[in-house]
């Protein structure tokens, strides 16, 4: 019976479906690992997956659209949402199981956030311009790890700034899992992959590889150039575009996550972008050096 539940991928909707099927592998020794996302799948999130799949025996994938996190109600409202596609998506990509509740069973309660503090983390980039929504994305990813229990826990490095608070997370709440950042994975134009990639229209699309470009001059004049012009005309070259509006760049600490002024003042650096593109809003980030 076990066998055969590895062989054809589940679908679970309920916290006690999965905690059976938990309860199982565990029993028979097999290493879990888990991929939360929010659905509308591409290959970044197939990324995951297989890094996943090479590394444990049961990977469970989560689809979960987490209102909490939002903190534009019509981001939430128009978040991309193919259920039907992802599933195909995974069974094709030989995934274990994929978790898809609703709110009720992770919120059963009231839909709000739990009033984690992450200080100076999420203080900055994304914590600054998206008040509220770290703390709704732990919330729910301490959560989906409790229910999941797994061994290794997957996340791009697309949301660099996500994955450091991740990091803080299971370290202050002391929930055993390892922790695996991933590459992000780009459009062949440079683009990083997003859900959110399918509200761009072609003109919109086109501009968008703007932001890659414009991010590898920068790391082509980090440790030579003087770091605040550089930063200045990478932001100029992004808005140069009809459609492209930089909300922030910013270049700091890889490791610490705090502004740098100058290029010796960090070992290793990487610029994190937020790009408006009409009313669709993208993120991406590169390691400088
Ligand atoms: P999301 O569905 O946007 O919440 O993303 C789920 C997971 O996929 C997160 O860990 C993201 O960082 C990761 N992810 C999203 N886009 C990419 C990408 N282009 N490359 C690698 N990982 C990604």
Redesign the pocket.
Known sequence: MLALLYLTMQVFNTNAALKKFIADCRANNKSIGF????????A??I??INRALDENDIVVCSIYVNPTQFNNPDDLENYPRTLETDIALLEKAKCSVVFNPETSELYPEEVVADNFDFEYLESIMEGKFRPGHFKGMATIVKRLLLAVQPDKA??????FQ??AIINDLVRREKIPVEIIG?????EIDGL????RNVRLNAPQRHAAAGIYEALNELKERANSKDLNKSLAKAIETINAHPHLAVEYLEIVDSGTLLPINDWTDAKSARAFVAVLVGQTRLIDNILLY
């Open positions: 991929v939360p996302t929010m659905g509308a799948l591409h970044g999130h990324s995951l997957y996340f791009g490095e697309k949301d996500q994955l991933c590459p992000i994975v780009r990083a992959m997003s859900s």
